[in-house]
């Protein structure tokens, strides 16, 4: 891609204390900046360049990974603030859930697809996705992402039964060109309708073109309920017999009867990863956020309406006071309400803990960008992580928490020169104050911008000063390493 929007870099940032993503404890160091590289870390006060950043009193860590997000057309909009440069996330990985934006060409894209928004389906392939990525030139770095769900709609004529061979091999073919297009690999959601017919035989087809290729597998699991010990299963021998880089996406059990299963899911998947490449990613917050399905919604305690198609008048508000206020059953008040987003009230804070605690989970914000009311997680993840659950309640260090978001899965997805502060690495970094950093967005007000995030630079330009936005096009389209 052109480099013409980097402008030539050379400066120091000097007094900071040193998180530098490994997980080992920070020490005081200056770190040199030449163009969009780390070209010297020294003791502190040694460090020389043309200019000076006085960062005492601050953690310098490198840029955060947003392992989980659902950015694929917010990466080609300009939007100031934008949601993840304000938490000091660098990069993203896009196309979770089985839902990617490419390659699909329609106007009426089925749920979950319509999360992306209905009118962003002009891709006929992936590689022409990832050439409006390039010539976009996005603030952040991106690791794309193909979904299961988006190479269903576009190959099985009927969504209501499981694929055919001629289906599996054309997803499969499909698949391929996207890996060598520059995709670091699949991601499946067979939770969602669309998907929800697909036997776990389609799943090895598809992901057989996997094989030998170092690429990643993401799995929205097809149950988080009561299933969830099946469905589990279904995705470490989905990923085992792939040989692929397995993430089990947003770890969590639901509704009140399952509460307390992750300590038996924890050790399944750690026995798992024994034998076969496999973590988790995981959002901070006891509410999930997806499409509006009338039939979970009715049996969750508490429900938010995100959008609603029909209904726009009622985003930010509780399903049960809209059923009042229609004198309708909660039933019928969402599926009046469809097709829509909404928050479920239905996991347990010990479950949040433990998997967040787990040593092979990396934090990814599963934030929903185009719903009119979003969930929190959109703008709060990661200072949520650091304050919250670090800084306050004490669930984990720092170090560990920033690891979790840098070295982690930097590491897992093969981002060669990222994740971790060392010379010659690039130069996407976050300057934070710790005893400040916090989420501000709530459900009520679910996008206000964190605070305690001083700067953020992507590739070396700095993207993101005291809450405003500099460089908007520093990121770039990382490039698999494909080492099996
Ligand atoms: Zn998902």
Avoid at 86 to 98: A, D, L, S, W
Wanted: proline content about 6%.
């Amino acid at each position: 891609m052109s480099e013409s929007h980097f402008s030539p870099q050379h400066f120091v940032i000097r007094g900071a204390d040193v998180i530098d993503g490994t997980g080992s404890a920070r020490f005081s160091a200056d770190v040199v900046v030449a163009d969009d590289l780390i070209s010297k870390i020294t003791p502190p006060g040694q460090g020389k360049a043309r200019d000076v950043v006085d960062a005492t009193g601050l953690v310098l860590c490198p840029g955060f990974i947003d392992t989980h997000t659902h950015d694929d057309r917010l990466l080609l909009q300009t939007r100031q603030p934008h949601p993840k440069l304000t938490q000091g996330v660098c990069t993203v990985v896009t196309g979770n859930c089985g839902i990617s934006l490419a390659p699909l060409v329609t106007t009426t894209p089925p749920a979950p697809l319509d999360l992306l928004g209905a009118d962003a389906f002009v891709y006929k392939t992936f590689r022409e996705y990832l050439a409006a990525l390039d010539d976009s030139q996005p603030c952040i770095n991106v690791v794309p992402l193909i979904g299961h769900i988006t190479l269903r709609v576009r190959h099985v004529t009927d969504l209501h039964r499981t694929a055919t061979a001629a289906e599996i091999s054309a997803m499969a073919s499909e698949l391929i060109q996207a890996l060598d297009a520059g995709a670091f690999g699949l991601s499946t959601g067979v939770y969602y309708p669309p998907a929800k017919a697909a036997s776990t035989d389609e799943l090895l087809g598809v992901c057989a073109a996997l094989k030998g290729r170092g690429a990643m597998l993401a799995m929205h699991l097809r149950d988080e309920g009561d299933n969830i010990d099946a469905a589990l299963k279904e995705a470490l021998d989905v990923g085992a017999a792939s040989e692929a880089s397995l993430v089990i996406s947003h770890h969590k059990v639901v509704g009140p009867q399952n509460h307390g299963r992750t300590r038996h899911t924890l050790q399944t998947i750690e026995q798992a990863a024994l034998a076969q490449s496999v973590c988790l990613d995981c959002y901070p917050y006891e509410a999930s956020s997806t499409m509006l399905n009338a039939e979970k919604a009715s049996h969750t305690q508490e429900v938010l309406i995100t959008w609603s198609q029909p209904h726009p008048e009622y985003s930010g508000k509780s399903l049960k006071s809209i059923a009042q206020v229609w004198g309708l059953s909660l039933l019928e008040a969402a599926q009046r309400l469809m097709p829509g987003g909404a928050i479920y009230f239905a996991m347990a804070a010990q479950d949040v803990e433990r998997v967040l605690q787990h040593p092979l989970t990396m934090i990814g914000s599963d934030g929903l960008p185009h719903d009119r009311r979003p969930h929190p997680r959109l703008w709060g993840t990661f200072p949520r992580v650091l304050g919250h659950y670090s800084r306050d309640r004490k669930l984990l260090s720092l170090e560990t928490a920033i690891h979790k978001m840098t070295g982690l899965p930097a590491k897992r997805f093969g981002l060669a020169g990222r994740g971790i502060i060392a010379t010659g690495h690039h130069a996407d970094l976050v300057l934070l104050d710790p005893a400040q950093v916090r989420d501000n967005a709530s459900y009520e007000a679910p996008e206000r911008p964190c605070t305690g995030i001083h700067a953020v630079y992507v590739n070396g330009q700095l993207a993101m000063w005291r809450g405003e936005q500099l460089a908007s096009h520093a990121g770039r389209r990382l490039i698999p390493s494909r080492t099996p």
